[in-house]
């Protein structure tokens, strides 16, 4: 068993030396240096806000599409069967397309942070990141970004949550919902949550976009893209 560790252990230091120098080497003989491998993971960044964020702005956006819909919180999924075993299933539904609606709304108003962000990130491992998994460049922006764009996104959802009218009517959800004999209450915290799924759904439909563009040529449409994202074919 030691030898056979050691044997895997050998064998992913000298597979991660030799990603390194395939790494390390990849801009001699291309013309395309570390600032043009970046600006190219942007553009797809880019694309991946208009062709696929853009389509969580519309109505059932999130709601209709199985990849970011945003279920119940577990707090609130009890509150759902409940209502459901009562017969009030219609609220029940309205209650969680309201959360989506919210989301909707709210993305709407955010993509510009989005682009702001994508045009400020800085990809300091380029040539790494373009050498990645099929979603690399989307997780980089992730960690680049997600508690900035939390901070700027969250009044925006708590704004919507007022503007689609699902602050009344998750206020007579709970309400009701505590005033049921053998229930315990329950608060929970729709803003936070609601953001934090409305962020991962964004970030999921950009990731879609980048893996389009990083195993299917016909989707790189721009000579930076072609010349870029042939490096990693």
Do not use: H
Not at 68 to 84: A, M
Not at 98 to 114: H, Q, S
Request: charged letters at 25%; hydrophobic letters at 40%.
């Amino acid at each position: 068993m030691k030898r056979l560790l050691l044997c895997v252990l050998v064998f992913q230091l000298v597979g991660c030396a030799e990603l390194q120098q395939v790494v390390n080497q990849l801009p001699q003989g291309t013309g395309i240096g570390n600032d043009q491998i970046a600006q190219g993971l942007r553009e797809a960044l880019n694309m991946g806000i208009e062709k696929q964020v853009n389509k969580l702005t519309s109505e059932n956006g999130f709601y209709r599409n199985e990849l970011v819909k945003i279920l119940l919180p577990e707090e609130l999924q009890k509150v759902d069967k409940t209502l459901r075993d009562i017969g009030l299933s219609s609220l029940a539904d309205e209650g969680l397309r309201i959360i989506n609606r919210a989301a909707e709304d709210a993305v709407g108003e955010a993509t510009p942070i989005f682009v702001d962000a994508v045009k400020g990130i800085t990809f300091n491992d380029a040539r790494q990141i373009l050498l990645g998994n099929d979603n690399a460049a989307t997780q980089y922006l992730q960690r680049a970004t997600k508690t900035q764009l939390y901070n700027k996104f969250n009044p925006i959802i708590k704004n919507s949550f007022q503007k689609v009218g699902a602050d009344k009517i998750w206020s007579n959800i709970i309400t009701k919902y505590n005033s049921l004999p053998l229930t315990n209450d329950v608060n929970p915290d729709l803003t936070d949550y609601t953001t934090n799924e409305a962020l991962e759904g964004v970030y999921t439909m950009i990731a879609v976009e980048e893996k389009e563009i990083r195993t299917k040529v016909s989707s790189r449409t721009t000579e930076l893209l072609k010349k870029v994202f042939a490096l990693q074919d």
